[in-house]
């Protein structure tokens, strides 16, 4: 099981980044995936997640209407698409799978989670 993720960088305030993860040994069939993040001598944060069965979505309230997360049409790359990037959003972002469904519960840390890939680091300078 490989969950790779890419797409992190340096950018200002108001600018925009996406992030990429490519799931690979495993069928994505029933889970939710989605994306975590922690910043420095901070909790991890749940960011947003999406069910793979029917494409439900969840996202923090720190980000919505600034990110979006989707799904490529193989089903095997998940995008969070961020916006509007402030300095707070500033944290390594970490993708993860977790069998079942997407849900506030799992963005909370309610839930534990299945599988996770390694960080990409986003900054955002003011």
């Known amino acids: 099981v490989q969950l790779q993720a890419s797409g992190g960088g340096s950018v200002q305030a108001g600018e925009s980044l996406r992030l990429s993860c490519v799931f690979s040994?495993?069928?994505?069939?029933?889970?939710?995936i989605g994306w975590f993040r922690q910043a420095p001598g901070k909790e991890r944060e749940g960011v947003s997640c999406?069910?793979?069965?029917?494409?439900?979505?969840h996202y923090a309230d720190s980000v919505k209407g600034r990110f979006a997360i989707s799904r490529d049409n193989t089903g095997n790359t998940l995008y969070l698409q961020l916006d509007n990037l402030k300095p707070e959003d500033s944290a390594t972002y970490y993708c993860a799978a977790k069998l079942g469904f997407c849900s506030p519960g799992v963005l909370s840390g309610r839930f534990s989670i299945d599988y996770w890939g390694k960080g990409t680091l986003v900054t955002v300078s003011s």
């Open positions: 040994g495993f069928t994505l069939d029933v889970y939710g």
């Open positions: 999406i069910s793979t069965t029917d494409g439900e979505t």
